[in-house]
C-alpha cells in the first residue's frame, strides 16, 4: 500500500490496541489455561491419572498434587484457553473473556464454598485448594479486564505525532 494507507501487517505491529495490555493479559490466560488443561492430563504433573473420572467428586487425580481435576475439569480448562487465544485478538473481546471470566470463576467460587464436597453436586470436582485459586482468578481476570485498550504510545509514535 502507499504511506497514507500503511498495509495490515505494519498496521497490526504498530497500531496501540495491538500492543495493548488487555489483549495480552487475556492471551497469557489462554496460554495458561491451555497448559492446565494439557497438564491435567499428563501422569507425574498430575497424580493418580488412573483414577481420572469424567466428572463427580470421585475422581482422585489432582493436578500438581494439589488441585483436584477430572476429564470434564481439564476439558473446560482447555476451552477456556481456546477462548482466551481467539478472544485476545480484539481489545473489546480480550476485556469480556477477562470480565466474563472472572464472573463464571465468581459463582463457581461461591459454589465450591457452599456445596458438601462429597455429595453428587461436586461434579467438576472441586476440593478447597481449588476454590481459593478460583476465588484468585476472580481477583486477577476482573482486575485484568480493566486495563488500557490501547497501549501507550512508543516513543517513535510520540516523536511522529509531534
Known sequence: MNAT???RATLSRSHPEARSPVRLAALLYGIVFLLVGVAGFIPGVTTNVGSMQ???HHSEAMLLGIFQ???????VHLLYGIAGLALS?????ARLYLLIGGIVYAVLW???LVIDKDSMANF???NTADDWLHFGLVLTMIGLSFLP???EP???EAAHRA
Request: glycine residues 14%.
Open 154 to 156: 512508543t516513543a517513535e
Open 54 to 56: 469424567l466428572g463427580g
Open 69 to 75: 481435576v477430572s476429564v470434564l475439569h481439564n476439558i
Open 5 to 7: 494507507h500503511p498495509d
Open 89 to 93: 485478538r480484539r481489545a473489546g473481546s
Open 110 to 112: 461461591i459454589y465450591g
Open 124 to 126: 467438576v470436582p472441586l
Open 149 to 151: 485498550r490501547r497501549a
